[in-house]
């Protein structure tokens, strides 16, 4: 990385943000391999998404005011692993995965004192439906009733996972008529996915990767339909 940083015309000229698209792309790549990719395809990409990580420490190295390298970012992760695993590398006991979440939770809390708000540290950036489900955890903990729910209804555990929404979220979808009470039944829907443990992202790129085959499909049959 550093022989390419010294060396290549174009890498030389990159900072942070003009990366921030290729780590999207990356990121969106890498995702498609879990999901749907081979193992060497899985293999490729986390290659390409680590040349990021590495692209960034190695522009940070070289700040004239606050430099990081790679192994600064190496070792802040790992310190930050010990803290949040008390249970492995202290004289903590977790013994289910419920009781692991508590250590990491409070771990995590005694990190982030600062933060005066559930919200904090939460990205704007991240995919509508990702992000909606972030929020309902978040609304969750902060007592904020769900679309179509009052607060009774919003049992709170360590996750601020919620139940009993899939009614809500049916009637507001049927009966939505403007965009704005669309975008009330979409929330009902990523609620009625938290409240079953579903990953409504993740349902529905799966769903549209079946319209992408679908669609192939349905080409390919009209070309071979044409040629004979």
Not at 52 to 65: G, Y
Not at 122 to 139: D, H, I, T
Request: charged share 30%; proline share 4%; net charge negative.
């Amino acid at each position: 990385m550093r022989a390419v940083r010294d060396r290549c015309v174009w890498t030389q000229q990159i900072d942070h943000r003009a990366l921030v698209p290729y780590l999207v792309e990356e990121s969106a790549e890498l995702i498609d391999a879990v999901e749907d990719g081979s193992r060497d395809e899985l293999r490729e990409e986390l290659g390409d998404l680590l040349w990021q990580v590495l692209f960034h420490a190695e522009i940070a190295s070289r700040d004239e005011t606050a430099p990081f390298d790679i192994d600064d970012v190496a070792r802040g992760l790992t310190d930050k692993m010990v803290r949040r695993h008390p249970h492995v590398f202290g004289d903590a006991i977790a013994t289910t995965p419920e009781e692991v979440l508590v250590h990491w939770n409070a771990a995590k809390a005694a990190e982030k004192s600062a933060r005066t708000s559930v919200l904090d540290g939460v990205s704007e950036r991240m995919p509508s439906l990702a992000l909606a489900q972030k929020l309902l955890s978040k609304a969750a903990q902060a007592g904020v009733p769900a679309p179509g729910t009052s607060n009774q209804e919003i049992p709170v555990d360590t996750e601020g996972e919620t139940t009993g929404l899939g009614g809500a979220a049916r009637s507001q979808r049927d009966e939505a008529t403007s965009e704005a009470e669309l975008g009330d039944a979409l929330l009902a829907l990523v609620a009625t996915a938290r409240a079953n443990g579903w990953d409504a992202e993740r349902a529905l790129r799966e769903r549209l990767r079946r319209m992408e085959r679908d669609i192939r499909a349905a080409e390919g049959a009209a070309e071979g339909a044409a040629e004979g």
